[in-house]
């Protein structure tokens, strides 16, 4: 399985943007699909997860209000929906596929390469 994540750029603090992540050849509907990012130096955080079966979600409780996560009908585009960004949002954002919704990066067995973000001040 490959994932593609895309949607990445520069914006300005207070500004938006929608992430992608597409997986070639088949749906999310058996599987979690979820975000993370990791800023320079840090480590690899948890963002946001949504369950291809049924379609419920969870978001870390620190991006909660500003940051959603949503399927295409099709179940083959997860996006994370990005609001109100801040510099401290800034991080590679990297898609993950796994059997189940977690919050840590382990489980997940298939990854994104990753989308750079980056909030301007």
Same mark, same amino acid.
């Given at each position: 399985?490959?994932?593609? @994540?895309? #949607?990445?750029?520069? %914006? $300005? @603090? #207070? #500004?938006?943007?929608?992430?992608?992540?597409?997986?070639?050849? &088949? +749906?999310?509907?058996?599987?979690?699909?979820?975000?993370? &990012?990791?800023?320079?130096?840090? =480590?690899?955080?948890?963002?946001?997860?949504?369950?291809?079966? /049924?379609?419920?979600?969870?978001?870390?409780?620190?991006?909660?209000?500003?940051?959603?996560?949503? &399927?295409?009908?099709?179940?083959?585009? %997860?996006?994370? $929906?990005?609001?109100?960004?801040?510099? =401290?949002? +800034?991080? *590679?954002?990297?898609? @993950? =596929?796994?059997?189940?919704?977690?919050?840590?990066?382990?489980?997940?067995?298939?990854? /994104?390469?990753?989308?750079?973000?980056? *909030?301007?001040?």
């Amino acid at each position: 399985v490959q994932l593609q @994540a895309c #949607g990445g750029g520069l %914006v $300005q @603090a #207070g #500004g938006s943007l929608r992430l992608s992540c597409s997986a070639s050849g &088949r +749906t999310f509907s058996s599987y979690v699909l979820a975000w993370f &990012r990791q800023a320079p130096g840090k =480590e690899r955080e948890f963002v946001a997860a949504i369950r291809g079966s /049924g379609g419920s979600t969870y978001v870390a409780d620190s991006l909660e209000g500003r940051f959603s996560i949503s &399927r295409d009908n099709a179940g083959d585009t %997860v996006y994370l $929906q990005m609001n109100s960004l801040k510099p =401290e949002d +800034t991080a *590679v954002y990297y898609c @993950a =596929e796994g059997r189940r919704l977690v919050v840590v990066s382990t489980p997940y067995h298939y990854w /994104g390469q990753g989308t750079e973000v980056t *909030v301007s001040s």
